[in-house]
Each structure stands twice: as C-alpha cells, then as structure tokens.
C-alpha cells in the first residue's frame, strides 16, 4: 500500500513549520512541568478553572479526575461570566497559554474585584503582567508553541498546582505515565508505516468524512480534544457524543437519516470504562454496523483511567496531524482564529 | 410560495399520532405542573439531578438558572456514576420520565445507598415503584407522553422541588411566563403561513443540512434540546456549539475545511446575552457571512433571560416538527433509540 502517510519528506514539505516536533514533545513537555513549584494556599471545596480552547482541555482532564477521586467539586468554565456559587472559598485557576485571552483576563477582572484565592498558568502576556502587578502566584510555561500544542505544558503545571493545593495527587500519577507515554509514541510517529501506525490507519478511516467522536464518561476529555485537534490541525469539521446520552437521540440521526453518509463514528473505549456502559457501547457499536455506518473502534487497555486518557489524547493528536496531511494542509495556522482575534481587538 | 408546510391536511396524514398536539401542550404542561407539592427537605450546598435525553434538558435548564441566580452549585449528570462531591448535604433529583431508565435507576440504587437526601420526578414506572417502597418524596407527571414532549411537565415539577427546596423561585418566574407563551406559540403553529411563521422558514433554512446550533451560555440548554428535537423529530444529525469557545477551534472547520457544505450554522441570540459574548457572536457571524456560509440567526428580545430561553425551545421544537414534515418522516416513532432499549434489556 502506498500512501502520502509514508512519504516522509513530502509530509515534511507539507509541514513547513514543524507542528510534529510539537505533537512529538507532549510527553516531555508533561515531565517537564511536573516539577512546576506554585505557592497556593486553598482550604475550600470547590475550584474553577477558566480557559479557553487549548487552554482549558487540561482543565477537563483534571476536572473529571478531581470529581472520580475526591470530595471537591471541579469545574471548567469558558466564558465570561463566574457562576453564583463560586465565593472566596473557591479557588480559581486561570489558564491562558498567550496571557491575552480575552474571556480569561475578564474572568480574571471579576475574581479581583470579589477577592478570591486565585493563581495562574501562563507563558506571558498580560495575564503575567497581572499576576506580578497584584502578586497572584502563576506558573510559567515556555513560549513558541500554538496553544494547543502546549497541552503537555498546562496540563503537568496544573495538576502541580492541585497536588501542592492538597486537591488531589494527580502530578504524582502523571509522573509514572511519562515513560509509558513516550514508549507508547514510538508506534503513533511518522517513521511507523501505516500497516503498524493505528494513527495512520485511523486517519486514513476519516478522510473525507466529518468524524463524530464518542466516548463514555471516562474518555471525554480526549474525544473534545479530538474534536478540536480535527478542527485546528486537519481543517475539517468534527463533533462529539457522549455514550449513553448519545442513545437517547444521536442515535435516531445515525440509524434514520439520511445525512449520516457524511460522517462517521468513532468510539474510543477504555478498559476502565463502568461495566454496564461498556455493555452499552458494544451495543451501540454492533447497532451502527448493522445499520452499515462503519464505525471506527479504538480499545485503551491500560490500568488506569488516566493512562488510557493520555494514550487516547496522543493518538487523536497524531490522527490530526496525519488527516492534515491528507487533506494537503499545513497542520499548525489556523488563520480564521488570528482573524477573529484582529477583529475582537478592534471591535471590543 | 407553495410548501407542504402550508399543506395542513398533507401534515396531518404524516403526523399520524399527533405529535403536534404533544408540541402545542408546552405551556398547558408547564402551567399545570407548576403547582407541584413535593415534600423536600434540604439543607445542603449542592443539587446532582439525574436523567437522561429528554428528562435530562429540564435540569440543564433550571443548572443554568441555578448556577447563575444562586449560591448553590447544581449539575446534570448523564450517566451512571455519582461525582466524588455528591454527599449526605446533597439533594439528588432522580428524573425518568418513563420511570424505567437504566442510568437513573441505576444511580439511584447508589445514591440510596450513600444514604443521600433523594426526591424523584416521573410518570411511573420501577422509579415510581421504588419511591413508594422506600418512602421518597416523588412528583408524579402524566403518562402518555414521549419522554421529550414531557419537557413541560418535568420543568415545572422540577422548578416546584427547587423552590419547595428554598433554592431559587424558578417555579414563580416561570407561573409568569405561561401566558406569554401561549401568545407567543400562535405565531408558530402550523396554521400560520410560511410568510408570517418563523419556525416554518427557519425548517426551509434547515433542509436537507446537518445544523449547528450555536448559542452563547444564556440559551445552551435550548441550542441542545433544538440538536436532540431535530435528532429525534426530524430524524437528522445535528450538532451544537458555544460561544465564544467555537472561536477557538470549531471555526477552522467551518472556515477552512470542505465538509461545511454539508452542515449550516444557526444562531441562537439572546437580549440578555452578555454585552461581550454578544459582539464575539456579531464578529463571527460576519466572519461566516464573509465565507459564504449563510449563518441562520434568530434574536430572542424578551426582558429576561428564562423567557427567551422558553422561546428558543419552542421555536426549536416547531422546527424540528417542520422539518419532519419536509422530509416526510413521521416524527413521533424513534424506532431506533425502541431498539436499542430492547437489545439493552437483553444484554444487561
């Protein structure tokens, strides 16, 4: 089988600005920050994180750990606006790779003005400025990357930030995964032909298509970064479900449409997954078959939850890249973003 | 202009067990539920309501009120497990419409078992036989419903357990709001023309697409209920998005990728939008317009914010209901979400 996907230097070509070095780095850019030291106080019960895009995926991670493995409450907010039952109690952990996310320095503004325990992740801009003016602690991530592509970054920072907050021992858990991960990237990377790279094939099981990604619960993380590594580094639409939920009407679009030839399912299963939802997917996936939608099936058998969230992460951020290959695009602009952000500056 | 749309008799023939009277009761449903005595204590800090497809969107609609207009935290949980912070100074809210859920009851069984402060919502069913077992307090709604046409019974006896609960005076605001409905709701029937019936030309804008619903936080809980209507009314994909969290990714889809084509972008504007998120949203409009992407936007202009939220959902319940009847499906059965319930009850 000849493919694009093992032409090595014509996907060199394509990648003119190297986003697979970024994509490649995200296991040492985790083990990097998991030694992140910030000075946070906390003795309250909930924490809210605020972010946007790339920035606040680690935030979903750590939140659905938070949430299985302790008694604090966690949530990720995008927006612009604090909810009612954050107060002084709560602390709040602002992520913004740049530093000038708008919806993040708002945030930022409301949370000074009520006084409440906050600290920050960040590689500069006015967020930095911010916290050293007003003496808010914030943990520094190198710059040069897209956000997106920091993900090792903010996600190693913040969960330090939890660990040291006495929320939850998620550096520690990340820090064993970091072999694992980087042993587990040999078979994801370009070198590996397709017949032995399942990012390659699976890629090449999307092209063309708009992929709808499902998940349980324990993998939703990675089916949103999937969605939005699709948008950002492939340039293709792409969407997610959540597995039951999904079954309660997704499912009738699927089986009873007529627009679903445009797209196709994907389920990522982890070996974690709760027993009676794993019954329920494997129903749901022999359904889909039988109604001829081809859905695209990947199995995550490691021990933990969290092992087999990186190891979903890192294989949709190589599907990304290797569908950017195949739709002929470079992997790291995204111009429509840099455009709405010129105009945001000028119009608010 | 000629449309089946306007074709009453030709509707009537399709819509052979009268889903339009179910969608027309909307506001009957939510007056005569808004008198709901349930027996609720509650001392606690935070509510977990669960419940799934249509039994869930009630309690995505009062979270969001809840968490804005309130101390209180409140979530939706879709799925089996409880969250690490749902303790004894919780209230857990167990809604099935049917009273037959797998998830719900489910959870409810661990949620007993924790001992938690627990108050149900249903028409019948095992929940029902549970309640009256165990002595829970529960509200009863009328059986002979599909469980997404209930939404106005099961939003204002959940509306009556929160205020009864001392939470917030959802159940008043909404007393208020029944008869603006009902006038509102005149202006969408099937016996207004294509010309003067903005549900009827917003279907026409919608056939034959996969709609995004896109909507900024204040209308979330209608942007998802006009997806799961037009899944299971009009028997179509559709999908949604938030801004301005789709700046950051699902933008790139629609401005550099190929598959847009195939899908629209709607937009759901509310007066009460934050000034902010309100230009974001005019920005990106303009950006989609600019690219050819012939946005759909609807401008909901009532003083407050739980209004325009009610009329979002109805306008999206009478679309999907048109659209239907554009693709010639009946749009009560949901033959595929029956079969999957069978196969469920075998495998599990």
Redesign the interface.
């Known amino acids: 089988m000849s493919s694009i996907l093992d032409n090595l230097e014509w996907m060199s070509e394509l990648d003119r600005e190297r986003m697979i070095d970024q994509i490649n780095g995200f296991p040492d850019h985790l083990s990097s920050s998991l030694c992140t030291e910030v000075d946070v106080e906390f003795t309250g019960?909930?924490i809210c994180l605020c972010g946007?895009?790339?920035s606040?995926i680690s935030g979903d991670i750590l939140a659905d750990c938070?949430?299985?493995?302790?008694?604090?409450?966690m949530?990720v907010l995008?927006?612009?606006?604090l909810?009612?039952?954050v107060?002084k109690e709560t602390l709040l952990i602002a992520v913004s790779y740049s530093g000038n996310t708008?919806?993040v320095l708002?945030v930022l503004d409301t949370a000074q003005s009520k006084g409440l325990n906050i600290v920050a992740v960040t590689s500069g801009g006015r967020l930095m400025e911010i916290c050293e003016e007003e003496g808010i602690p914030y943990a520094m991530v190198p710059t040069g990357f897209q956000p997106r592509a920091a993900l090792g970054y903010l996600l190693g920072s913040t969960a330090c930030i939890l660990e040291t907050a006495g929320v939850i021992p998620i550096a520690s858990n990340l820090t064993h995964l970091v072999d694992p991960l980087k042993k587990f990237q040999e078979i994801l990377v370009p070198e590996v032909p397709i017949e032995e790279n399942l990012a390659k094939r699976t890629a090449l099981d999307l092209e063309?298509?708009?992929p709808?990604v499902y998940s349980?619960?324990e993998l939703s993380p990675a089916a949103l970064r999937w969605?939005?590594q699709?948008?950002?580094n492939s340039?293709?639409?792409?969407?997610t479900g959540?597995v039951?939920?999904c079954?309660?009407?997704?499912?009738?679009?699927?089986?009873?449409?007529?627009?679903?030839t445009?797209?196709r399912p994907v389920f990522l299963r982890s070996r974690t997954d709760?027993p009676?939802?794993k019954?329920?997917m494997?129903?749901?996936i022999?359904?889909l078959k039988e109604g001829g939608k081809s859905p695209v099936v990947l199995d995550f058998n490691e021990e933990t939850k969290i092992h087999n969230l990186m190891a979903a992460i890192m294989v949709g951020d190589f599907v990304s890249y290797y569908l950017a290959m195949l739709?002929g695009?470079d992997p790291l602009p995204?111009?429509?973003?840099q455009?709405?952000k010129r105009?945001?500056s000028s119009?608010?």
């Open positions: 019960k909930g946007m895009g790339g606040a938070v949430i299985r493995e302790s008694e604090y409450h949530s995008r927006g612009m606006e909810p009612g039952w107060d708008k919806e708002t063309g298509v708009v709808v349980a619960s969605h939005t699709i948008n950002e340039k293709m639409m792409a969407f959540e039951p939920e079954n309660h009407n997704h499912i009738v679009g699927w089986m009873e449409g007529s627009m679903d445009f797209c709760n009676s939802i019954e329920i494997s129903v749901t022999d359904v739709n695009v995204v111009e429509s973003i455009d709405l105009r945001m119009s608010i």
